[in-house]
C-alpha cells in the first residue's frame, strides 16, 4: 500500500554509536518507498555525513544530542557513573528540552515521531500533540536501571525517562530485546538489517583478496578498538584482515605499515566502486567484532559467521550473547586473545559450527506498515 498525503515524519535517533542510525536508515528507505510524498526529518547528534551516505533521497537534518547514551572509553570499556552523571545532566531538564522540541515539530508540520530509542523524542511528540512510536530492541531506561549503584545520587532519572515513554503510542520491539515495560501496546518486529546485493565473490575479485583461506572483516565502529599485536595477525598467513578507514570516523585506526595480510579499505573510495559496508559482510566469512545489534543483523543477513569479545559492563550485552547462537554461527574471542592477535583458534571454531536458519531480515518493511498506520 502507498499513500500519497504529506507531512513529516520525524525521526529521534540516538548518537550512540552507529547501530541506531543505520537501522533506522533502513526504515526511512522503507518508509520512502510507501509513503513518496512525505517528508523526513533526522534528529540526531550520530554525524550528518552518515545519513548523507546512506540515504537514497533527501532528508532534513537537524543536529544535536537526543539523549547521551553511555560513555564509552572505546568499543570495549563503559564508564558507568559518567554514564549516569551524563544522563541526568541531560534528562533533568526533559521538559524544557521537550517544549523547544516541540516548536521544531511544529514548525515542520510533523504528524509522526520515531524514537530510536530517545525519550525525549516521545515528550516532544506528546508536548506537540502528535503520536510517537519507540523503535527500538531496547529502551534506555532499562539501560540504566543496570547501574544501579550509581543511581543513587540520580534516584529521578529512571522514572523521569520512564514517564516520557510512557506517552508514546507504541513501541516496536526488535529481537534481542530488553526493557519495554513502560509501553501499553508493544509489538515485536522482525530484525532490520542491511542486505548485501552483490555476489561475494564479485566483492573479494574487486578488493583483490586471496582465493584460498578465511577472510575476516574487523569492526568495532565508532569509538574504536586499543593497541593490537599486528605482528602476530600477520604471522597468521592463511588469515586475511579486513580493516575500514573513513577520513571522517574518529574510530577504529590501524598503522598502514602492519602486515600484508591485511587489506586496508578506504571507505570513501569503496563508495564510489559501489562497494557498501554490508557488502564487506557479505564477502567476508567472519566478522571479529563486539555484539552490538547492528552488526549481529547483517551477520545474520548476510551467512557470515560471528567472532566475539566482551564489551565491558553493558546491560544489553548478556542478551545479545544468548541470543547469538539461533541468528549465526559464532565463537567469544577473549579481550586478551584479541589483543594479542591470536584469533585463528576462535575463527574456525565459528566457522566450522553447523550453519543457522537465517531468520526473517523484513523488519523495515514491517515497521514501515506499522508507521503508516499512524498517518
Not at 247 to 254: E, F, K, L, Y
Request: net charge negative.
Amino acid at each position: 500500500m502507498r499513500v500519497s498525503h504529506g507531512g513529516t515524519v520525524a525521526f529521534y535517533v540516538s548518537g550512540h554509536g552507529f547501530g541506531h542510525a543505520s537501522r533506522q536508515v533502513e526504515i526511512i528507505h522503507a518508509l520512502c518507498d510507501v509513503w513518496p510524498d512525505g517528508r523526513i526529518l533526522v534528529r540526531t547528534g550520530a554525524p550528518e555525513w552518515f545519513f548523507d551516505r546512506s540515504l537514497s533521497r533527501p532528508v532534513t537534518y537537524v543536529p544535536g544530542d537526543t539523549d547521551t547514551g553511555v560513555v564509552q572509553v572505546d568499543s570495549l570499556h563503559v564508564d558507568a557513573p559518567a554514564s549516569i552523571a551524563d544522563a541526568w545532566a541531560f534528562h533533568r531538564t526533559l521538559d524544557g528540552r521537550a517544549t523547544a522540541e516541540a516548536r521544531l515539530l511544529a514548525h515542520h508540520d510533523t504528524r509522526l515521531v520515531v524514537a530510536d530509542a530517545p525519550a525525549l523524542g516521545c515528550a516532544a511528540a506528546h508536548r506537540a500533540g502528535v503520536p510517537a512510536v519507540v523503535v527500538s530492541n531496547f529502551t534506555w531506561d532499562w539501560i540504566y536501571e543496570h547501574y544501579a549503584q550509581c543511581l543513587r545520587e540520580t534516584p529521578q532519572l529512571v522514572p523521569t525517562i520512564q514517564d516520557a515513554y510512557r506517552t508514546a503510542h507504541m513501541a516496536l520491539r526488535l529481537p534481542m530485546a530488553g526493557g519495554f515495560e513502560p509501553f501499553a501496546t508493544v509489538r515485536d518486529v522482525p530484525l532490520v538489517a542491511r542486505l548485501s546485493r552483490r555476489p561475494s565473490t564479485e566483492t573479494r575479485r574487486l578488493l583483490g583478496l586471496p582465493a584460498e583461506g578465511p577472510v575476516a572483516l574487523l569492526s568495532f565502529g565508532r569509538y574504536g578498538l586499543g593497541s593490537i599485536d599486528w605482528a602476530e595477525v600477520g604471522r597468521q598467513h592463511e588469515l586475511s584482515v579486513l580493516v575500514t578507514h573513513d577520513p571522517v570516523d574518529v574510530g577504529q585506526r590501524v598503522p598502514s605499515t602492519v602486515a600484508t595480510n591485511v587489506f586496508h579499505l578506504d571507505v570513501p573510495a569503496l563508495g564510489t566502486r559501489g562497494i557498501r559496508y554490508e557488502d564487506l559482510v557479505a564477502a567476508a566469512d567472519v566478522v571479529l567484532t563486539k555484539p552490538g545489534f547492528g552488526i549481529i543483523a547483517e551477520c545474520a543477513a548476510n551467512d557470515t559467521a560471528l567472532v566475539y569479545t566482551s564489551r565491558g559492563d553493558f546491560a544489553e550485552y548478556r542478551v545479545l550473547v544468548d541470543s547469538l547462537p539461533t541468528l549465526v554461527r559464532c565463537a567469544f574471542l577473549e579481550q586478551d586473545d584479541l589483543y594479542a592477535g591470536r584469533w585463528m583458534p576462535a575463527i574456525r571454531q565459528a566457522l566450522d559450527r553447523p550453519s543457522v536458519e537465517r531468520p526473517r531480515c523484513d523488519g523495515a518493511a514491517v515497521i514501515a506498515g506499522h508507521l503508516l498506520d499512524h498517518l
